[in-house]
């Protein structure tokens, strides 16, 4: 009998969201024949239960205390015994921490390929078929598995959680599976704050190369000033040092999804796509018409931005 | 401390969008008109990683690793002018389009051909299928402690000491060694290397090992994504809702789009 498998995860104090979006992308699988919804968390069996008011069909408290390091060389044994448990052919997880090191050690401690950050997933043919977004997300790939075991980490926010129904019921169990990982945890901390975090800002105002000069910047810290938010640049920008590399967007730099992204003069390479795609609503204020970015925002503005964006400060000053 | 560097070219991810193509049929990326191939961006940091640890450790050597076409030894190249001692390129017509199983497999089994090493350094990800797999599969592969995501990364030659960059803060961490770390771009910068370094790396000899130097038969290479099938590959349609803000002057076109970000309760 094939079955689903969910790593779910604990947080501070509860269970971090993505577990519930998990076991929903579980159900849709279920209900297109993959079998029942087992659903694995590292705490009790009372968090177990939770699992189960969300929509899995069975829950284990994996109780070793080796997973509380969150590393996946911890996990591996206990996800290990809970596939065989389950008979679980399909293992889903978080792109997380946890599911980032547990995916790739998981397939191939059992000879098969894992897909990570998946969006979307199917059954076709009895079998998982899952999409990713590749090349910065220019593109959208499609696997499948050739080995029996089918692994995949989901992007947070791909599925939406189901409501918590206490009515539903389902059997709960317990594992001390685990082992004590190769690699030890000193200590942990949390990411400091000082002033508006870029990662953290409800408002993002970036800057690229089109800018065309590193003065411009004090224009874009202006506006953010005033919409307290946080001022990006592109890698373009902050190569050729016109913006200090720790405020870069993109893949080898910060990842944003404020409410407001307002792009100055970026055209959208995947290289900055990568950081903001996440973003709520994009500002392209940009010259050429026919940039990425502009396509991609909800507003556009196709002008020259010395003009656009004093003037943009001056009516946002007016609307107070 | 002996240490071993994984690196990747990949099409360079300042590609304008409009310049990226794919061949749906073959389901593979068009290379982009006059856009030359790059090193992976995290790459540099990992051989940058590498060439402190060594002089940090008192020496050693740094062998440089990549799996790829030809045009691969550029990106070798670039590791030994900033200061590597050796390059190996794996190269075998079996290996067009492997997955990330069949990658980490080929690369294990050149590890273990190089032979004596400390630590093995990659990039956390590559930034064309943007995995970040073959790191921790090839500690699963080898049997050693894996440490991925490192902003920082000590060393006595007998551990690692990493501090990983976690979702929501970081982790220190200690692994013996042998191990192996993924770099992150919070390392910091690479340095660059000076045109009388790239004069000398360009003198260097790469190595060129093939499937059957690393002695991988049939089933494990030779049928491309054997482990995990690309059934698909396209440009998604950028379903663009764009509402280009309208006005005779900046001024005006200004003045429209603060009055539409004040009604959509955006400022």
């Given at each position: 009998m094939p079955g689903i498998l969910v790593i779910a995860e604990p947080n501070e104090g509860g269970i971090a969201p993505v577990s519930f979006e998990l076991i929903a992308a579980a159900r849709q699988l279920s209900s297109e024949g993959a079998g029942n919804v087992t659903a694995l968390i590292a705490g009790s069996e009372a968090e177990a239960q939770q699992l189960i008011a969300h929509g899995a069909d069975a829950a284990i408290a994996a109780t070793n205390p080796a997973l509380k390091t969150g590393l996946g060389e911890a996990y591996l044994p206990a996800v290990q015994a809970a596939i065989e448990s389950s008979g679980a052919d399909i293992v889903l997880m978080g792109q997380t921490s946890l599911g980032r090191d547990l995916g790739p050690a998981l397939a191939f401690a059992n000879k098969t390929a894992v897909a990570m950050d998946c969006v979307a997933l199917a059954i076709a043919g009895g079998r998982l078929r899952a999409t990713r977004s590749a090349y910065g997300g220019n593109a959208r790939a499609e696997v499948t598995w050739k080995a029996p075991l089918q692994v995949a980490t989901v992007k947070a926010k791909s599925f939406d959680a189901l409501e918590a129904d206490s009515a539903r019921s389902g059997s709960v169990s317990t594992s001390d599976a685990g082992a004590d990982p190769k690699v030890k945890v000193l200590g942990v901390s949390k990411a400091e704050s000082t002033g508006v975090r870029l990662e953290d800002a409800p408002v993002v105002v970036s800057g690229g190369r089109g800018l065309g000069d590193p003065s411009a910047f004090g224009m874009l810290e202006e506006l953010t000033g005033l919409l307290h938010g946080a001022t990006g640049a592109s890698r373009a920008a902050c190569d050729l040092g016109w913006y200090p590399p720790s405020q870069q967007v993109g893949l080898t730099g910060k990842t944003v999804s404020p409410d407001l992204y307002i792009a100055v003069a970026i055209s959208g390479a995947s290289q900055h796509m990568a950081g903001m795609a996440g973003s709520k609503n994009i500002v392209a204020i940009n010259?050429?018409?026919?940039a990425n970015m502009v396509k991609v925002s909800k507003f556009a503005v196709v002008d020259d931005y010395k003009k656009v964006v004093p003037a943009l400060i001056e009516e946002i000053k007016k609307l107070g | 401390m002996n240490i071993i560097v994984c690196v990747k070219q990949i099409p360079d991810p300042e590609t304008p969008a409009a310049s990226f193509k794919v061949d749906e049929a073959a389901k593979k990326v068009i290379p982009a008109q006059g856009i030359a191939p790059v090193v992976n961006p995290f790459d540099p940091q990992a051989t940058e990683a590498a060439l402190r640890l060594k002089d940090a450790t008192g020496g050693g050597k740094v062998t440089v690793i990549s799996l790829g076409a030809d045009s691969a030894r550029d990106a070798i190249k670039h590791a030994l002018a900033m200061g590597a001692d050796e390059g190996v390129l794996l190269s075998d017509p079996s290996f067009d389009g492997i997955d990330n199983f069949q990658t980490a497999v080929a690369l294990s089994k050149a590890i273990e051909k190089v032979g004596e090493y400390d630590l093995i350094l990659a990039g956390r990800s590559a930034a064309d299928w943007d995995m970040g797999v073959v790191p921790a599969g090839l500690g699963q592969l080898l049997g050693i402690p894996v440490v991925t995501i490192a902003k920082a990364i000590e060393s006595d030659g007998s551990s690692v000491k990493v501090e990983r960059v976690l979702d929501d803060g970081f982790q220190s961490v200690e692994a013996p060694l042998p191990a192996v770390v993924s770099v992150s771009n919070e390392f910091g910068e690479p340095r660059y290397p000076q045109l009388r370094q790239i004069m000398l790396a360009a003198k260097k000899t790469v190595q060129v090992w093939s499937a059957a130097d690393l002695g991988l038969g049939a089933d494990e290479t030779g049928?491309?994504?054997?482990?995990?099938?690309?059934e698909a590959l396209y440009v998604p349609k950028v379903e663009s809702n764009v509402e280009i803000i309208e006005g005779d002057t900046p001024e005006e076109k200004a003045h429209n789009l603060a009055l539409k970000l004040r009604a959509a309760k955006l400022i």
């Open positions: 010259k050429d018409a026919d | 049928e491309p994504n054997r482990w995990l099938p690309l």
